[in-house]
């Protein structure tokens, strides 16, 4: 049996998860964890904004999803990754302490790092 950790509960990670899920067989467990159960479709964000939809339209809840697909979901947030000890540190969440695994995706996707552009926050006035 094989552990496979999942972080990130974005495109990434669904589609990781799912892929997975229907490749593996059942003596395998998969495991994603991610800051929130809400996985929100960004590109319907535009038509969110102008009123053109509602949330929930373009949202679904990511625990009941994979559930049926028999991945656990864990609503936390991953602290550290050790690949040394095969270890990820999860804080914050419904679960805290270590998890192991034996094959690890990340998918955590990105972080603007506007603090680092000169000039980003200066006031345009
Ligand atoms: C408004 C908008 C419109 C877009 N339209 C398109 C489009 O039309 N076509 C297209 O191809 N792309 C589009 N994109 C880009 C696309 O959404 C991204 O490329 C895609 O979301 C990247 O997926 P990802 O899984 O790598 O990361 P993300 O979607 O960012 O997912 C990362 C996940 O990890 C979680 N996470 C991050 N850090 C932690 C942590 N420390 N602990 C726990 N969880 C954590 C996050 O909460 C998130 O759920 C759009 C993006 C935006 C913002």
New binding site residues.
């Given amino acids: 049996m094989a552990k496979i950790l999942i ?8 589609v990781a998860a799912e892929r997975l899920a229907n490749e593996l067989s059942d003596e395998h467990q998969i495991t994603l ?4 159960r809400r ?1 929100v479709f ?2 319907a ?2 038509r969110l904004a102008f009123g053109k939809c509602n949330l929930e339209d373009v949202s679904f809840n990511l625990r009941q999803t994979m559930l049926s697909r028999r991945v656990n979901f864990i609503e ?4 550290r990754i050790n690949p040394d000890d095969r270890m990820v540190t999860i804080a914050n969440g419904e679960v805290e302490g270590n998890l192991n695994y034996d094959y690890l995706i990340y ?5 603007l790092a506007t603090e680092r552009i000169t000039g980003f926050f200066a006031d345009c006035g």
């Fill in positions: 972080l990130g509960g974005g495109f990434g990670g669904i964890v991610s800051r929130s996985f960004y590109p964000l535009v936390a947030e991953v602290a998918a955590l996707g990105r972080r």
